[in-house]
C-alpha cells in the first residue's frame, strides 16, 4: 500500500519522528531550520499532510498555493491563530491541533512567573550571578506573598483551570475568573471561583492576573493602557497565552512608571523578538516560551498529532478538528 506523504516542518522528539518514519512517506526536518514561504508551499503541492507547528504561519498566500495536494495539516500545539482557518475551510482542508496533553505544563509555567515575579525569582539569579550578593539582611530584595492573595483568570480554559487548582489548592489563593462563554459548573467545582462579568472586573479586584485566553483579531492588545490602569499598583501581570494580547509598549510604560508591580511573560508580539526595553526592567520576569517544554509533553503533543493523522488517513473523524 502507498503510504500517504508528511512533511514535519520543523525537528520533533525522536520517538515521534520514529513512529512516523514508521508509517508515513515522511520528510522530516533534521536540522530544524524554519521553512521559507517557497519551502511550505511546496510542501502543500508535494505532501498529503503537512504538520506545522506554532512558528508557522500559515496564510491564504501558503494554503491557496496552485495545484495543492494536502489535505490536513496536524499541527504540533493547541494555538492556531498562526493559521488561517478561513482559507482552510474554504479550501476543505483538516486542521487538527494537539489540546490536554499540555494543559499541567503550561499552567505550571503561569504559576513558576507567578512565583519568579512576586518573589523577584529571576532578579534574584542575576544578583548572585553578578556577584552582587553581600549576604542577608532583613530587607534585602523583599517580594510580594503570594498564599492567600486573589487570582484572576482571562479565559477559563483548560490551563487556566489547572492553573486555578494549583493556585487555589497549593496556595489558597481565591480565584475570580473572566470567560466570554459559560463554563459547566462540574469544571470548577472544587475551586470556589468567583465569575466577572468583563476582563476589567478581573483586573481591578485580582493581585495576580494571569492571561489564557487564545491570540488573534479578538484578543488583540486586550491588554492595553487603560486597561492597565485599572490594576492595583501591587499587581502582576502573567502571560503563557500570545504576546500579541497584551501592548508591550503600554506594558512597559505600566512596569516603568508603577502602574503595576510586575510581569512574567512566556510569549511575546513579534517573538523570538523581544522589545529590548523589558530587557532593561528589572520588574518582569521573562522565559523564551517554555509553557509546554518539557520532554513528556513535547512527546505526547508529537503523538496526538500522529492519532490524528492516523484517524484521518484511515477515515475515522480526527480527534482534534479545528476545522
Ligand atoms: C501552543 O501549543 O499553542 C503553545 O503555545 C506551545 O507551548
Sequence with gaps: MVKPVVVVTRRWPQAVEDRLSADYDVCLNQDDTPMSVTELQYAMQNADAVLPTVTDVFDAEIINVNERRTRILGNFGVGFNHIDLEAATVAGITVTNTPDVLTDCTADIAMMLLLMTARRGAEGDRHVRDREWIGWRPTHMLGTKVTGKTLGLIGMGRIARAMAKKAHHGFNMPILYYNPSSI????????NAVKCDSPEDVLSRADFVSLHCPGGEQTFHLINADRLKLMKPTAHLINTARGDVVDTLALIN???????????LDVFEGEPHVNPELLTLDNVSLLPHLGSATQETRIAMGHRVVDNLDAFFRGADVIDRVV
Excluded at 459547566?184 to 475551586?191: K, N, P, R, V, Y
Excluded at 505600566?254 to 512574567?264: E, M, S, V, Y
Design 184 to 191: 459547566s459548573d462540574d469544571l470548577i467545582a472544587d475551586l
Design 254 to 264: 505600566a512596569l516603568r512608571n508603577g502602574t503595576i508591580a510586575g510581569a512574567g
